[in-house]
């Protein structure tokens, strides 16, 4: 079995290197109580690192045959970051019977090769085909759920995959036959949302979204600790307004992009004249979605805490 790895970074090599590490740990973990060998190949994209990530990431897996570092421009993002890589992946594999595509800063436990193909084997005996998997992911102190699959919270892992509405790319798993059904990631998405936009995707062409059976990796959520949602916009100059909300980083772009692309109802009357407001008129904007934005800032701590 030959799976395509797909991962991005930039400056953080320390996060990288216990990646791949733990990457390889698993991939040797399955590969030792099965028949059915896993062959990987991995592609990362390092994004102008400055910090010795590359040399760092060579170390874990020196065979070149197996890590193809890919050197980017330092402008290239998340979204960016992954198709860079999964075209490089395209041009240089001739085949391949799945991809998994990670996030650099995911710690990966033993079970993972294993947990995703019996997701794989669960959704082709239930639903007839190959889905999209995303991987149940737990904060390292508390192993609470961090990361993974959603519908309107996020899922913790139960008894068997669960269905969800979209998942995350911590982990992400599907076959070939997803991608020739519903090709690779939207263009559009400069740095966030692009994951979630596969799986929105794979649902639209009628292709299962699952989460695994279990937990099978680490990561913190460090988007709930900055709680970029609640910044305080009002305060800020107008440049440096205009700076932060067209920054890839905050993903208020990538959410115009997302919001156009599947409700241009509510993009066109409420989205776009939001952003614009905020922009223009921050204290009007604040005063109006006070209460909006209290319920989000409670939403992301009930869920680090569920």
């Known amino acids: 079995m030959k799976i395509s790895v797909l991962l991005t970074c930039y400056n953080r ?78 041009r240089m594999v001739a085949d391949r019977d799945y991809y998994l595509l990670v996030n650099d800063d995911t710690f990966f436990l033993p079970v993972l090769f294993n947990d995703l193909i019996r997701t794989d084997k669960y959704c082709v005996d239930k639903y007839g085909m190959h889905g999209v998997y995303t991987g149940h992911i737990r904060d390292p102190k508390t192993h ?39 090709g690779t990631f939207d263009k559009r998405y400069i740095h966030a949302g692009c994951d979630y936009d596969y799986t929105r995707m794979a649902r639209k062409a009628g292709i299962p979204v699952l989460t695994t059976y279990s937990f099978v990796g680490e990561c913190e959520n460090e988007h709930r600790k900055r709680l970029e949602i609640v910044t305080d916009t009002s305060k800020m100059t107008f440049s440096q307004r205009k700076a932060y909300l067209l920054k890839p980083t905050t993903g208020r772009v990538d959410y115009l992009i997302g919001m156009k692309k599947y409700n241009k109802l509510k993009y066109y009357f409420a989205t776009k004249p939001l952003f614009y407001l905020e922009l223009y008129l921050p204290a009007i904007y604040r005063l109006l979605q006070h209460k909006r934005l209290l319920s989000l800032q409670k939403k992301f701590m009930e869920d680090a805490t569920d």
């Open 144 to 182: 609470k759920v961090s990361f993974g699959g959603s519908t309107s919270k996020l899922l913790s892992p139960r008894d068997e995959p669960l269905e969800c509405w979209s998942g995350c790319a911590n982990v992400m798993f599907f076959a070939q036959e997803v991608v020739d059904k519903i």
């Open 13 to 90: 090599r320390a996060k990288t290197e216990s990646c791949l590490r733990s990457l390889m740990e698993a991939l040797g973990s399955y590969n030792r109580r099965t028949d059915e060998q896993i062959c990987i190949e991995v592609f990362l994209t390092d994004d102008g690192s400055t910090d010795g990530t590359a040399e760092a990431a060579r170390e874990v897996i020196p065979d070149k045959n197996v890590l193809h570092i890919l050197q980017g421009n330092g402008n290239l993002f998340w979204a960016g970051g992954m198709r860079f890589a999964w075209e490089a992946e395209l």
